[in-house]
Nanobody, 121 residues
Framework: QVQLVEAGGGLVQAGGSLKLSCTAN????????MGWYRQAPGLQRELVAV???????DLMDPVKDRFTISRDNAKNTVYLQMNRVRPEDTAVYYC???????????????WGRGTQVTVSS
């Protein structure tokens, strides 16, 4: 079983920075893409950033010039560096991984439990 453990959430003032991390643990053979979604109260979950196995990335327009996604393949870890944060970035951030377990035949999506990010104005 693959488990994703997130860290780095918290309270930050507008204009500040925060770095989230997410590590995939378990009998993992390979990870295709990893990324982050977020969900604010009353809103749908939205894709924030994705990084693929070839290190190509995509970020949603509202964060494209402020956030950076990266990964450390040796540690099965994905990071989200959040700069110049805004109150509208307040949400629960969920990481995911498209991973292949040792004992399975195909890739599956796994999710973290989420980490709260609150940006004060």
């Amino acid at each position: 079983q693959v488990q994703l453990v997130e860290a780095g959430g918290g309270l930050v003032q507008a204009g500040g920075s925060l770095k989230l991390s997410c590590t995939a643990n378990g009998n993992i053979r390979s990870i295709n893409e990893m990324g982050w979604y977020r969900q604010a109260p009353g809103l749908q979950r939205e894709l924030v950033a994705v990084i693929r196995s070839d290190d190509s990335t995509d970020l949603m327009d509202p964060v494209k010039d402020r956030f950076t996604i990266s990964r450390d393949n040796a540690k099965n870890t994905v990071y989200l560096q959040m700069n110049r944060v805004r109150p509208e970035d307040t949400a629960v951030y969920y990481c995911y991984a498209d991973a292949l377990e040792v004992a399975r035949w195909g890739y599956e999506y796994y999710w973290g439990r989420g980490t709260q990010v609150t940006v004060s104005s």
